[in-house]
């Protein structure tokens, strides 16, 4: 455990960014190139796709122009899937795709296209399994050769120019196949053929069916916890990524049970991410992952769907164990995000930012030598701060083995003691010098952050925001309740539709939505509608639930599709997708599950419990098998057979009384708990029917907290502790029966 006592600097303070934000890795060598003139991705909406508008390549971007090139030159097709946080994308970008030699090479043997996975994840979803099968391998840059069909036959990830790493060299790749092409065609069109077909049978998940048993979270928690690394936290060994539904679903799993083991695995994960390198010690804010098993070395990218998840870890930790450390910690997120991801003025989550400035660097902007910390402070200061953060003459970076990954090494009491100080000045020396170091290296070259905005990383964040506004206290908390409404609010003017629901971008070229800006969406409708009682954010996530069974449902095997019935087609891989494991986001049918079950909750329309039941029973033969990697899967499960908890407080509003009981209620963690706050005035028409049932029977505008669950109510209290006991103890075991 590190130290619990990271003083709380103010996050937002003095972060004005200096000079223009950058795409890594294109500015420095754009110019370098005597080459012409922009392609036609000069025009795109993406900006990873933008970066590449100045390569000598004929770049299509994904589309029918592409094919139909392709199949009147009978030309095969190179397919480049990657994103503009993507290290190794610029690599391969510089290395191969701005060398004259091999541009001339792809342009004259293949119609080449580019996907940005963020923009287009149906695409990459199905060439990432594809690709995998043939090289073992997945992952960005995904580097495709594709029939004129678009059907795959031969891949990998990253290829160097020339032969090296072990790898072989791009150039010799491109030729070979093109070869190959020419005199083995018949070869490779079979083995085209059986790769769809195989992708297709593994997308089908057979034997997948079964008969929903809650029972199945036991197996999913035995795997979570043998999976548990004591020493370090986390799941696993490196490289190690979060699992935040791992993480949710044992906190919920304890307080049914109280095993404490189980709270102990969350609290020391929790702590050993914050204190580690992948957490932004200065400004707050998590990497996407460490490379390392300890949480020291981090992938320098900033993701927003990791920050949103674990953002929701943060708060629901805090709940449950009220460690300071941790609410710091979701409060240095809510900081970050708000001054570097987010567009305060308007409303709306930005997609990511940079690992790196050029490719030259390796996480430069955030690493720290002995002489550039001994340059931001005072020689005192250094000194406690060498010690907080194990900044010595030689750090952890390979590329410059003289940077510094800035992690928790140390408590205020251990520099105390090391420094003959008190432990008092130690604790106010490191709040002071995070503000002077994060100062110091606002003026390095910044990392580019993608301003794209899409819609289920924004409802993600809506969900995020919404819990924080509930589980924080002072200002934060109207903060961000205001920012979410005012993002939903966005979301719905410019992205949803009653016909189709969400697109997946918000401002830009209209882009169809998947089924995970459907279902994302309406868990952050429906968290909106419990923040608010307004009914627009209820028969909003009833309609996108509603376009979600029609266009996406599987109403035959249960479950539901990643791309609508009426989507246009994908290419050689149009193959049918349910996605179910969670990877990077929380699986979108388990995500579907929850929004069934929370509808049928406040609509009582049984075909909602039916298809979440569908749902659910889709994937029950496989879900075990699949443990930790299907964690959103056990949550799901369980909001499903326990079913949602509503906590509705009566009273006039601004009572202070009725404030003490909203306050206990939102302070107990309880997955899927909804606190309502039922004033005289308030329309409450989209209640479950047992609230609206119980309500007329008390006094409006009189005090009290009324527990409900499926179809039951329990007896109404005003008092806070007994409201708390009563989530924390009485509804576990009678939802349970």
Request: net charge negative; aromatic share 10%; proline share 5%.
């Amino acid at each position: 455990m590190c130290a619990a006592d990271n003083s709380s600097a103010n996050q937002n303070e003095n972060q004005e960014k200096t000079g223009n934000l950058k795409i890594a890795a294109t500015t420095s060598h754009r110019n370098q190139l005597s080459e012409k003139t922009e392609n036609r991705l000069k025009d795109s909406a993406s900006p990873y796709l933008r970066s590449a508008a100045h390569q000598p390549i004929d770049w299509y971007e994904w589309g029918q122009e592409a094919f139909a090139k392709a199949q009147k030159e009978d030309k095969p097709m190179l397919l480049d899937i990657g994103a503009v946080w993507c290290h190794w994308c610029h690599v391969i970008d510089r290395e191969s795709y701005e060398n004259p030699v091999i541009a001339q090479i792809i342009n004259q043997h293949y119609v080449p296209v580019k996907v940005d996975r963020d923009e287009r994840p149906d695409v990459d979803s199905r060439y990432q399994a594809a690709i995998s099968a043939i090289s073992g391998q997945g992952g960005w840059p995904l580097t495709g050769f594709l029939m004129p069909d678009g059907k795959p036959f031969f891949g990998g990830t990253y290829f160097p120019p020339e032969d090296q790493f072990g790898r072989p060299g791009f150039r010799r790749v491109l030729l070979a196949v093109a070869e190959s092409y020419k005199s083995k065609r018949a070869d490779l069109v079979r083995a085209a053929e059986s790769l769809a077909e195989g992708v297709a049978q593994q997308e089908m998940f057979t034997g997948a069916h079964g008969k929903f048993d809650v029972e199945v979270v036991d197996s999913q928690v035995r795997s979570i916890t043998q999976l548990f690394d004591i020493k370090n936290g986390g799941f696993g060994k490196a490289p190690k990524f979060p699992h935040c539904s791992a993480i949710d679903l044992i906190l919920e799993r304890y307080q049914q049970t109280k095993e404490r083991h189980l709270l102990a695995m969350a609290e020391a994960t929790l702590e050993k991410m914050a204190c580690g390198g992948v957490y932004d010690q200065l400004a707050g804010g998590f990497h996407r992952y460490s490379v390392d098993e300890k949480w020291l070395v981090p992938h320098f990218e900033k993701m927003s769907y990791d920050n949103s998840e674990l953002l929701k870890n943060y708060l629901h930790a805090w709940q449950a164990t009220k460690n300071a450390f941790v609410r710091e910690t979701a409060e240095g997120i809510v900081g970050w995000v708000n001054q570097d991801l987010s567009d305060q003025a308007n409303g709306g989550f930005f997609a990511s930012q940079d690992a790196d400035y050029s490719l030259d660097d390796d996480g430069d902007y955030f690493t720290w030598t002995l002489e550039e910390l001994r340059a931001a402070l005072t020689p005192e200061e250094a000194r406690a701060m060498e010690l907080r953060y194990d900044v010595e003459a030689h750090g952890e970076m390979h590329h410059n083995p003289s940077k510094n990954v800035l992690w928790i090494a140390r408590d205020a009491a251990e520099i105390a003691e090391s420094l003959k100080m008190d432990e008092v000045s130690v604790r106010l020396t490191i709040a002071r010098t995070k503000t002077k170091m994060l100062e110091a290296r606002l003026p390095r070259p910044t990392p580019f952050i993608d301003k794209t905005m899409y819609v289920s990383w924004n409802a993600m964040f809506v969900s995020a925001y919404l819990e924080a506004s509930r589980t924080l206290t002072g200002d934060i908390t109207k903060e961000c309740r205001a920012f979410a409404l005012k993002t939903l609010d966005r979301m719905l003017r410019e992205s949803w539709t009653e016909e189709q629901g969400f697109g997946h971008r918000i401002g830009g070229p209209a882009l169809r939505g998947s089924l995970d800006d459907q279902v994302f969406g309406v868990m952050a409708l429906l968290d909106a509608y419990e923040a608010t009682l307004d009914a627009k954010y209820f028969q909003a996530a009833q309609r996108t639930m509603d376009i979600a069974i029609e266009k996406y449902g599987d109403a035959e095997g249960g479950g539901f599709f990643d791309r609508p019935s009426d989507a246009p087609p994908m290419g050689g891989l149009d193959v049918r997708r349910k996605p179910f494991q969670d990877s990077p986001t929380p699986g979108a049918n388990s995500v579907a599950a929850m929004a069934l079950t929370r509808v049928h909750a406040y609509s009582g329309e049984q075909k909602y419990y039916d298809w979440a039941k569908k749902t659910l029973e889709a994937f029950a033969g496989i879900a075990p098998q699949f443990g930790m990697f299907a964690a959103t899967y056990g949550l799901a499960a369980t909001l499903f057979a326990n079913h949602p908890i509503q906590v509705v407080i009566t009273g006039a509003g601004g009572d202070a009384e009725a404030q003490k009981l909203e306050e206990a209620a939102n302070s107990v963690f309880r997955f899927g708990k909804a606190v309502l706050r039922v004033k005289p005035a308030v329309n409450a028409e989209h209640l479950p029917l047992a609230l609206r049932e119980t309500l007329p029977h008390l006094p409006p505008d009189k005090v009290n907290a009324l527990v409900c669950f499926g179809n039951t109510c329990m007896p109404p209290t005003n008092e806070p502790e007994r409201l708390k006991a009563l989530l924390e103890n009485g509804v576990a075991g009678a939802a349970g029966q």
